[in-house]
C-alpha cells in the first residue's frame, strides 16, 4: 500500500500578508514560507496510516521552484520515506498542479493520494478534485476521519449538515480538513535522517504537462477597511433597518 | 501573553555569513553538521520553543511549584511539554552518539539553549541541569557509570543535577560539611544537606541524578578535600531498571522571586548511596568542567531574556498611540502617534537591540570555537580555541546576564504601567533574569575570576586571544570606507585598554585588593569591547551585502544598530578606566566602623 503525498510551499501562515505595491499580487520577498498546514496534516495521516501498519509506502511530492526542497525534507522528517521534485519557477495553477500529479501517479502508482483540501495562499480547493477527475478515481474531501480496510477507505467528511461517511473504493483520493490530525513536531533523529532520504527530480515537460498559468490575476487589493457604525433607538428600529437596507432578514 | 518569534534570520546571519559555521563539518565527528541541517534543526526548535513552551511561561508562573510530603508537582502543562521535549529527542542534541545521543555541535545547543530561555526559562532549567550532570559524567565518571546512568539522561527519561551548595557555604565550597564514608563496596554513604538544588526534585522523571560534593573521612581540609559523587534518587539495578528508593530526598522547595516554575529545592542526604565520580579529593576540578559549561549555558539565559524582553518592548511601542511626535504628528491619520517616534524609547530600543545581537555575535564566536576545542585535530589549535573560550566565559555569563535584567526592565519602563502589571509578562522577565546574575557564581565572582585567573594566566596569553585578532582586523581594515566613522574610534579605546590592562596587571600584583576594586569595571569594560569587535565582524559583513535587494532592510538594519553602538553604548567604556584608574583607595580607604 503506498501513499503519495503533495505538498505546497506557502508563506508561513503566521504572516501578515502585504500586497505589492504595483497590486499583481502579494509580497513574497523576504518572507517567511512553510508548508501549507493541510498538506502537513495530509503527510501527518499518511505517516500514521504507515506506523500503524496500514502503508507500506509514503511518497512526499511538491513542484515549485528549488527552495521547496525544505519542505520534502519537512515531510520526510514528519515519517514521508522518499520524495519527488518537480521543479517549476513560474506561477503554479490548480489543473497544471493536477495533471503534474497524474503524471506522478502514472509513474508510481499509489493505491492512495492524501492532499490538504486546499492550500492557504490561494484558497482555490481544485486541486485535489481536478486529480479524482483526470485519473477517474473516487474521491472524498474534506476528511476528517480516516479508516482503511481491505481493498477499500472509509471517510467521515465535514459538511454543512453535520458529517457524513462516505465508502471509496482504492485508489482513491482524499482531502483533509483541520480536524483530521493534529501534526507531530518532527524529532531530532528524523530531522537528521530525512537528509539522507532520497529526492528525485520529476521533469513534467518531458512528460508532456504544461504548467504554463492559464488564469490571468488582473489586480490584488487589500480587502477595504470596515466602515464606522451607528447606533440604533430600539429594536424595531434594528429589525427595520436588517429587513429594509441591509436586507438580510 | 508576551508574544516570542525566535531570531531565526540573525542565527542564519550569523552561521552563514558572519563566523562561517559550515568549517565546523570538517571536523571529525561534525561531518553532519552542514549549513542546511543547522537551519532545519533551528527552524523546528523555534517552533517547539514558540508553539510548546511560551504558551506555559506565564501559566508556570503564576501557579510555581508546589510541595507536599516530599513530593514536588510541577505547574500545569510542565509534564507534557517536557515529553514533547524530550521525546523529540533534545536533549540528546549535542550528546554523544555513544550514549545515544545526536552528536551535534555545541554550537548549535548554545542557539537552542537561547530560543529555549526566550520561552520559558524556568523550563530550560530542567534539561539544562541534566547537561551539567551528563557532562560531568561523561567526562570524569569510569565507563560502568556512563552506561549505567547515561543514556536515559540522554534521553530525558532521568534528569540530573548538581549539588554544591550548602546552608553555610555557597561561593566558598571549602567549607562544606557533607560526609561521604566508604562502605566498603565500592560504593559510599553520603549524609548532609544540599540546598538551592535546582530540580532537585520533580515530576517530570522517573529517576534523578544528582551529583553531590562530599568529603570523605581523610579529607584534606578546604577545596583541595572535596570529592564529587553520584547519588541516584532511585538506585538502579544491574539490569538498567529502577531499584530501591535511595536517601536522598527533598526537605521542602524555596519561595523565589523568579523562575518559579523551577523546582529549588532543599536536599536532605541521609546515608544515601552513593558513587565517585573521578578521583578522591579532585571534584572541584570534575566539578569546574561543568562549571565552565553551565556558566556559558547561565549566559545564554541572560541572552534569551534580552531578545523576548525587546520583541515585547518593540511592539507594544509600535502598538501604542500616545500623545504626538515632538516635531508634530508623524501619522496624522492616527489619533495619536505610536510611541516609538520618541527619542527616549528608541534610546530604550536600540540599546536593547545593540547588545543583544552583540551578545549573540558573542554567543556564536564562544559555541563555534568549543567546538573547536573539543574537536579540532590539531593540538596547537584546540589549545589556542581554549583558551579564548576561558577567557570569554566570565564575560559571556556577566555580561548577558547584566544584559538580560537590564532588557527586561527597559521592556517594563518603555510600556509604562502595562509593564509592572502581570497581563503583559514583562515584569516576569525582570523577576526570572534577576537569578542569572547570581547563580553558576555571582557577577562579581566572573570579574574576580577574569582579573584574578584569566588575566595572569601564563603572563596575558589569554588576553592575547583576543587582542591579537582584534588588532589584526583593525590594521586589515583601518582604509576601509565601511569603517571610516567607527574604526579611528575605536581603534583609540583598544589602544586605551590594553594599557589600562597592563596598568591594572602591574598595580594588582603589588596589592591584590587593586584587581579586586577594579574588577567590575574592568569586566564591563571588557565586554564592551569585545561587543565592539563583534560589531566590527558584522558591520562587514552587512555591508558587503547591501546589494542583495531581497534582505536590503536586514542589512540596513544592522548597520544602523552598529551606529548606535559605537555611538551611545561604547562611551560607557571611558567611564570605566576611568574608575579602573582610581583604584582602590576609594572603596578600601574606609573602615568597615565607618559604614
Known amino acids: 500500500m503506498k501513499i503519495l503525498v503533495p505538498v505546497k510551499r506557502v508563506i508561513d501562515f503566521n504572516v501578515k500578508i502585504r500586497v505589492k505595491a504595483d497590486n499583481s499580487g502579494v509580497e513574497t520577498a523576504n518572507v517567511k514560507m512553510g508548508m501549507n498546514p493541510f498538506d502537513e496534516i495530509a503527510v501527518e495521516e499518511a505517516v500514521r496510516l504507515k506506523e500503524k501498519g496500514k502503508a507500506t509506502e509514503v511518497i512526499a511530492v511538491t513542484i515549485g521552484p528549488a527552495q521547496c526542497q525544505d519542505l520534502l525534507r519537512t515531510a520526510m522528517a514528519i515519517g514521508a520515506d522518499r520524495s519527488i521534485h518537480a521543479l517549476f519557477d513560474g506561477e503554479t495553477q490548480p489543473l497544471g498542479v493536477a495533471k503534474t500529479l497524474k503524471a506522478i501517479v502514472d509513474q508510481e502508482k499509489p493505491d492512495m493520494v492524501i492532499l490538504g483540501k486546499q492550500a492557504i495562499d490561494g484558497d482555490n480547493n481544485q486541486v485535489g478534485q481536478m486529480l479524482g477527475a483526470l485519473l477517474g478515481w473516487g474521491q472524498a474531501t474534506f476528511a476528517s476521519k480516516v479508516e482503511l480496510g481491505a481493498g477499500s477507505v472509509n471517510v467521515t467528511r465535514e459538511v454543512d449538515g453535520g458529517l457524513e461517511t462516505l465508502q471509496l473504493k482504492l485508489p482513491a483520493i482524499i482531502t483533509t480538513d483541520l480536524r483530521l490530525n493534529e501534526p507531530r513536531y518532527a524529532t531530532l533523529p528524523n530531522i537528521m535522517k530525512a537528509k539522507k532520504k532520497p529526492i528525485e527530480p520529476f521533469d513534467a515537460a518531458a512528460k508532456g504537462v504544461d504548467l504554463s498559468p492559464r488564469i490571468k490575476t488582473l489586480r490584488v487589493d487589500e480587502p477595504g477597511s470596515r466602515k464606522a457604525g451607528i447606533k440604533v433607538p430600539d429594536v424595531a428600529t434594528l429589525v427595520d433597518k436588517l429587513k429594509n437596507e441591509a436586507k438580510v432578514i | ?595
Open chain 2, 1 to 595: 501573553m508576551p508574544t516570542y518569534k525566535a531570531p531565526l534570520t540573525d542565527m542564519q546571519f550569523l552561521l552563514n555569513d558572519v563566523f562561517d559555521a559550515s568549517q565546523l563539518a570538517k571536523l571529525p565527528g561534525y561531518e553532519e553538521a552542514t549549513p542546511d541541517m543547522f537551519q532545519s534543526i533551528l527552524e523546528e526548535g523555534a517552533k517547539l520553543c514558540e508553539e510548546v513552551l511560551l504558551p506555559i511561561n506565564q501559566s508556570g508562573d503564576i501557579e510555581g511549584c508546589t510541595f507536599k510530603d516530599g513530593v514536588v508537582t510541577t505547574p500545569k502543562g510542565f509534564k507534557e511539554a517536557y515529553e514533547t521535549f524530550t521525546q523529540g529527542g533534545w536533549m540528546g542534541l549535542s550528546c554523544s552518539k555513544e550514549f545515544g545521543g545526536q552528536g551535534l555541535p555545541l554550537l548549535l545547543n548554545f542557539l537552542l539553549d537561547e530560543m529555549v530561555c526566550s520561552a520559558n526559562l524556568s523550563f530550560g532549567m530542567y534539561p539544562g541541569l541534566s547537561h551539567g550532570a551528563y557532562n560531568a559524567i561523561e567526562k570524569h565518571g569510569v565507563q560502568e557509570l556512563k552506561e549505567k546512568y547515561l543514556p536515559k539522561m540522554v534521553t530525558g527519561e532521568w534528569s540530573g543535577t548538581m549539588c554544591l551548595t550548602e546552608p553555610h557555604c555557597g561561593t566558598d565550597l571549602g567549607l562544606i560539611k557533607t560526609k561521604a564514608i566508604p562502605k566498603g563496596d565500592g560504593s559510599y554513604s553520603i549524609s548532609g544537606t544540599k540546598i538551592f538544588i535546582s530540580a532537585g526534585e520533580q515530576d517530570l522523571t522517573e529517576n534523578i541524578i544528582h551529583l553531590v560534593l562530599a568529603k570523605l573521612p581523610d579529607a584534606p581540609p578546604g577545596v583541595r578535600g572535596i570529592s564529587l559523587f553520584l547519588v541516584p534518587k532511585f538506585l538502579v539495578k544491574d539490569d538498567g531498571g529502577i531499584g530501591a528508593r535511595n536517601g536522598a530526598v527533598c526537605g521542602s522547595i524555596e519561595h523565589k522571586m523568579g523562575i518559579k516554575a523551577s523546582a529549588t529545592c532543599v536536599m536532605n542526604f541521609d546515608n544515601a548511596t552513593g558513587w565517585l565520580v573521578g578521583v578522591p579529593n579532585k571534584g572541584m576540578k570534575a566539578m569546574f568542567t561543568m562549571m565552565n559549561e553551565a556558566r556559558l549555558a547561565v549566559g545564554l539565559q541572560g541572552l534569551g531574556i534580552a531578545e523576548v524582553a525587546y520583541q515585547n518592548g518593540l511592539s507594544y511601542a509600535k502598538d501604542r498611540l500616545q500623545g504626538r511626535g515632538l516635531k508634530g504628528a508623524v501619522f496624522p491619520d492616527k489619533v495619536a502617534d505610536p510611541i516609538i517616534v520618541h527619542p527616549d524609547v528608541r534610546r530604550m530600543l536600540l540599546t536593547m537591540k545593540s547588545i543583544t545581537e552583540g551578545a549573540r555575535a558573542l554567543a556564536v564566536w564562544v559555541g563555534m570555537n568549543l567546538d573547536i576545542e573539543t574537536k579540532h585535530t590539531d593540538a596547537t589549535t584546540r589549545e589556542e580555541a581554549g583558551e579564548l573560550v576561558a577567557l570569554l566565559t566570565p564575560i559571556t555569563k556577566a555580561l548577558m546576564t547584566d544584559h538580560g535584567f537590564d532588557a527586561a526592565n527597559l521592556a517594563v519602563q518603555i510600556m509604562g504601567g502595562h509593564g509592572y502589571i502581570r497581563e503583559y509578562g514583562v515584569e516576569q522577565f525582570v523577576r526570572d533574569a534577576r537569578i542569572t546574575q547570581i547563580y553558576e557564581g555571582t557577577n562579581g565572582i566572573q570579574a574576580l575570576d577574569l582579573v584574578g585567573r584569566k588575566m595572569p594566566e601564563r603572563f596575558g596569553r589569554m588576553l592575547r586571544r583576543f587582542f591579537w585578532p582584534c588588532a589584526e582586523f583593525i590594521k586589515e581594515n583601518s582604509s576601509n570606507p565601511a569603517f571610516a566613522d567607527i574604526l579611528p574610534n575605536f581603534a583609540k579605546t583598544f589602544q586605551r585598554f590594553q594599557m589600562i590592562s597592563l596598568l591594572m596587571a602591574q598595580r594588582s600584583f603589588a596589592n591584590p585588593e587593586e584587581a579586586g576594586a577594579a574588577a567590575t569595571d574592568y569586566l564591563r569594560g571588557f565586554s564592551l569591547l569585545v561587543l565592539g569587535y563583534m560589531w566590527l565582524l558584522m558591520v562587514k559583513t552587512a555591508h558587503g551585502k547591501l546589494a542583495d535587494a531581497s534582505e536590503k532592510s536586514f542589512y540596513e538594519s544592522k548597520l544602523k544598530t552598529a551606529d548606535f553602538y559605537f555611538a551611545k553604548v561604547l562611551p560607557e567604556i571611558n567611564a570605566r578606566m576611568m574608575n579602573i584608574q582610581a583604584g582602590s583607595k576609594p572603596v578600601m580607604g574606609m573602615s568597615a566602623d565607618l559604614f
